[in-house]
């Protein structure tokens, strides 16, 4: 199982194919298996000639162990990015996330654009402050996973009008509450429910106008954690972005998977299939 060590962790990471690098961050409490979810079947044909990279990030997945608390945020993962792409001897990436994943490329974007060969955004749930209705939903999962602990607290969670709000309108937003309760490391990674949901990847959206490498934004309605309007607003202050709608998780979960993979194996074959021919041809 391949790990690199930094800052006194050791950060569990996949890599799969050859080629240009595409680096993606995974969501709040997921892991890097939900990235190569996204391989899983088809995109792996529209990334040929790519390499496809991501990591567990402080208090998630396999990443141990917890580390300084203080350093559970948006920005400290954009470094660990960074110093990630440096052990991996990689120059320069298409960065991509969902979600937390997101707002770590936004804030890496922002900080290390020399670094950047595009930018993918899916379903983005940070701007430039966070989003009230989250930071409402996390701060509740941790209180109740301090006060009673990771599995009563569910049982006490799912019977609250919040939770029952949430599974109607959004089956996989509820899982995903569901999936904070669910993780192993629960009690002993609070933190990063308490620290992430207030972060954000910048404070001033007229920063995002600085960035001008090909990006793509996903989103979808009828997904209180990750509003259509967020990725409205990000994509219309990234010149040129293109904003694409998929199908939302609780209409269909399978055509929203289909949907991101043939979105991003486009957006990828449209802007970097050159450089990925000239790879071929020098090799």
């Not at 609250?160 to 990674?189: K, M, W």
Request: aromatic content about 10%; overall charge negative.
């Amino acid at each position: 199982m391949p790990y690199f060590a930094h800052d006194g962790l050791e950060f569990h990471f996949r890599s799969e194919g050859q080629g240009i690098p595409v680096v993606w961050q995974h969501g709040l409490g997921s892991d890097v298996d939900q990235t190569f979810a996204l391989l899983e079947p088809g995109l792996e044909q529209e990334l040929s000639g790519f390499q496809f990279v991501g990591f567990d990030a402080r208090a998630h997945g396999r990443t141990r162990p917890l580390g300084d608390p203080k350093k559970i945020g948006i920005a400290a993962s954009a470094d660990d990015l960074r110093d990630f792409l440096d052990d991996r001897k990689i120059d320069r990436a298409v960065i991509g996330g969902i979600s937390m994943g997101a707002a770590i490329a936004l804030n890496f974007a922002l900080r290390y654009p020399e670094r950047l060969l595009g930018l993918i955004f899916s379903r983005p749930a940070w701007l430039d402050r966070p989003h009230p209705e989250n930071l409402r939903i996390f701060t509740h999962i941790s209180q109740y996973i301090l006060k009673y602990g990771s599995a009563k607290g569910l049982e006490e969670f799912r019977r609250t009008p919040e939770y029952e709000r949430l599974a109607r309108e959004s089956p996989d937003c509820a899982q995903v509450v569901v999936n904070h309760f669910e993780f192993p490391r629960a009690e002993e990674c609070v933190v990063r429910l308490e620290r992430i949901p207030h972060d954000a990847p910048s404070h001033d959206r007229s920063e995002w106008k600085t960035l001008s490498v090909p990006t793509l934004v996903l989103a979808n309605h009828q997904d209180p954690i990750h509003p259509w309007d967020f990725a409205e607003t990000l994509a219309a202050q990234i010149p040129g972005a293109m904003l694409r709608e998929v199908t939302a998780k609780s209409v269909d979960v399978d055509r929203h998977a289909e949907d991101v993979r043939r979105h991003i194996g486009e957006f990828l074959s449209k802007n970097f299939a050159l450089e990925t021919r000239d790879r071929h041809a020098s090799a």
